[in-house]
């Protein structure tokens, strides 16, 4: 006997619930390409995606993943032997990096290990041990979907700074943008890359890459351009130029309407639901962690991302055994742990298209888990998230 029937919640951090609305703005017959309603489509989401860049810069779109958004980033501004710095504060700048030394580019990395942010002290005495400037670029995510922590951006860029280095400051946004706030002019971000997946409430295959005036500039004499990738080609005054080739029609359809959707929000409001109903999480995992089998992975509760929380469990007790239960007897789909936490961890994400009924249902399916399992917890993890919202929450 199960309690699951009904609609499914997708609680993994990628791809996230993709909103009805998406959906049927995309269930409609292909148009022609070349002209008409698809070439002003491609406009405003081009300059949409700005708006929620924060730049002034140029937005590209990739049908791509967001390790092809990675790919097209290096490819437009490094050259073959150049040295780019990884920041590493989980998995996913690391494979931002894996791909730069495949592409010919050599790699170092500043490690910050799986639990903790990225030092921007230790960023800066690196640069600043690089006196003739050999390295290009800093490689650094906002948002590690992997390990749950978000890093100091603005820190980093100061880092730079202090050091007086010239590299560029690229950042990964995959796991933030539309789901707290990214100012990439006024941190003085040169390039950010992110996915559809996510916050963007897009199915799966868009990947887009926002370019600041010293990106522009580098690439320029960047001689690891590929013809699909290249911006150059990109920035040409034929529509198919924009895509190298047939647009990912339907796609950029269900784009339209989640940029509208996001907008017609607002993004401060859309960062601030974001942000109450991550720290709903947290309050129900703090309280779980009583029970002393979970506990963050983050150490530092500043540090703890408002897209996705990373819990780790106890040695011995298997986190497939929580996952499988939510999931076939409460219809809830939580995160796995990947990387050097595999089969250590779950995850529980709090990103795009969601709301307290669907945050609320998760954990208290989550805390059904601990208890028909028997697994040490402290009680009411659903109930601290409830007060919570309560209190933040007033009538109007």
């Given at each position: 006997?199960?309690?699951?029937?009904?609609?499914?919640?997708?609680?993994?951090?990628?791809?996230?619930?993709?909103?009805?609305?998406?959906?049927?703005?995309?269930?409609?017959?292909?148009?022609?390409?070349?002209?008409?309603?698809?070439?002003?489509?491609?406009?405003?989401?081009?300059?949409?995606?700005?708006?929620?860049?924060?730049?002034?810069?140029?937005?590209?779109?990739?049908?791509a993943n967001g390790h092809?958004?990675?790919?097209?980033?290096?490819?437009?501004?490094?050259?073959?032997?150049?040295?780019?710095?990884?920041?590493?504060?989980?998995?996913?700048?690391?494979?931002?990096?894996?791909?730069?030394?495949?592409?010919?580019a050599k790699v170092e990395?500043?490690?910050?290990?799986?639990?903790?942010?990225?030092?921007?002290?230790?960023?800066?005495?690196?640069?600043?041990?690089?006196?003739?400037?050999?390295?290009?670029?800093?490689?650094?995510?906002?948002?590690?979907?992997?390990?749950?922590?978000?890093?100091?951006?603005?820190?980093?860029?100061?880092?730079?700074?202090?050091?007086?280095?010239?590299?560029?400051?690229?950042?990964?946004?995959?796991?933030?943008?539309?789901?707290?706030?990214?100012?990439?002019?006024?941190?003085?971000?040169?390039?950010?890359?992110?996915?559809?997946?996510?916050?963007?409430?897009?199915?799966?295959?868009?990947?887009?890459?926002?370019?600041?005036?010293?990106?522009?500039?580098?690439?320029?004499?960047?001689?690891?351009?590929?013809?699909?990738?290249?911006?150059?080609?990109?920035?040409?005054?034929?529509?198919?130029?924009?895509?190298?080739?047939?647009?990912?029609?339907?796609?950029?359809?269900?784009?339209?309407?989640?940029?509208?959707?996001?907008?017609?929000?607002?993004?401060?409001?859309?960062?601030?639901?974001?942000?109450?109903?991550?720290?709903?999480?947290?309050?129900?995992?703090?309280?779980?962690?009583?029970?002393?089998?979970?506990?963050?992975?983050?150490?530092?509760?500043?540090?703890?991302?408002?897209?996705?929380?990373?819990?780790?469990?106890?040695?011995?007790?298997?986190?497939?055994?929580?996952?499988?239960?939510?999931?076939?007897?409460?219809?809830?789909?939580?995160?796995?742990?990947?990387?050097?936490?595999?089969?250590?961890?779950?995850?529980?994400?709090?990103?795009?298209?969601?709301?307290?009924?669907?945050?609320?249902?998760?954990?208290?399916?989550?805390?059904?888990?601990?208890?028909?399992?028997?697994?040490?917890?402290?009680?009411?993890?659903?109930?601290?998230?409830?007060?919570?919202?309560?209190?933040?929450?007033?009538?109007?």
């Amino acid at each position: 006997m199960t309690v699951r029937n009904g609609r499914e919640f997708l609680a993994i951090p990628g791809p996230t619930n993709v909103p009805d609305e998406v959906l049927n703005a995309m269930h409609r017959p292909a148009i022609e390409i070349y002209s008409g309603a698809l070439v002003d489509i491609t406009a405003r989401c081009l300059a949409d995606l700005k708006k929620v860049f924060r730049t002034e810069g140029r937005a590209y779109i990739y049908a791509a993943n967001g390790h092809g958004a990675w790919e097209a980033a290096l490819s437009n501004v490094l050259s073959r032997g150049d040295t780019v710095l990884v920041l590493q504060s989980g998995r996913f700048a690391v494979g931002w990096g894996e791909t730069a030394a495949v592409m010919g580019a050599k790699v170092e990395t500043v490690a910050a290990g799986w639990r903790e942010a990225v030092d921007p002290a230790a960023v800066e005495a690196r640069l600043r041990e690089d006196k003739i400037g050999r390295i290009k670029a800093v490689l650094v995510v906002q948002v590690d979907t992997a390990s749950g922590v978000v890093n100091d951006i603005p820190a980093i860029r100061k880092a730079i700074d202090n050091a007086g280095h010239d590299a560029l400051l690229m950042v990964d946004t995959i796991a933030s943008l539309g789901t707290m706030p990214f100012e990439m002019d006024a941190w003085r971000v040169d390039v950010a890359v992110t996915g559809s997946q996510k916050g963007l409430m897009t199915p799966p295959g868009l990947g887009f890459v926002a370019a600041g005036p010293r990106a522009a500039a580098v690439h320029e004499t960047a001689d690891l351009r590929t013809r699909y990738w290249d911006w150059t080609l990109r920035n040409g005054d034929q529509h198919y130029q924009i895509y190298c080739g047939t647009p990912p029609e339907h796609l950029m359809f269900g784009l339209r309407k989640a940029l509208d959707m996001l907008l017609e929000e607002g993004l401060e409001n859309v960062f601030r639901r974001h942000a109450l109903l991550a720290e709903a999480v947290r309050r129900a995992v703090a309280v779980w962690a009583e029970g002393g089998a979970l506990e963050f992975n983050i150490h530092d509760p500043a540090r703890r991302a408002d897209s996705v929380t990373t819990i780790l469990l106890r040695e011995g007790l298997e986190p497939r055994r929580i996952r499988e239960y939510c999931e076939r007897h409460c219809g809830v789909v939580l995160g796995v742990g990947i990387g050097e936490l595999t089969g250590k961890a779950l995850r529980i994400a709090h990103m795009g298209h969601i709301n307290a009924p669907m945050i609320l249902g998760t954990l208290g399916s989550v805390e059904v888990s601990l208890q028909a399992l028997g697994i040490p917890h402290g009680n009411g993890g659903a109930q601290a998230a409830v007060d919570w919202l309560g209190a933040s929450l007033p009538p109007e």
